[in-house]
């Protein structure tokens, strides 16, 4: 996922990095993507949208099979 993410304070943008991951919670989706690293939870653009909230999550180790 490669949309970025406006910053109306600045009028920047955030390019949105892969992995996008998805889980079926109840009726609906949680959706995670990962922000880059120099930005923090109290530097994020606040959501327009009481549906949508940032957390942090601490660091874990993925296995990644490649292929084509």
Do not use: C, H
Request: glycine share 2%; hydrophobic share 40%; net charge positive.
């Amino acid at each position: 996922m490669t949309a970025p993410v406006a910053l109306s304070k600045s009028n920047t943008s955030i390019a949105m990095t892969a992995p996008v991951a998805a889980q079926q919670v109840g009726d609906t989706y949680r959706i995670s993507f990962m922000m880059p690293s120099k930005y923090t939870l109290s530097t994020l653009p606040n959501p327009n949208n009481t549906n949508i909230s940032f957390v942090e999550i601490p660091p874990k180790k993925y296995y990644v099979w490649r292929f084509s």
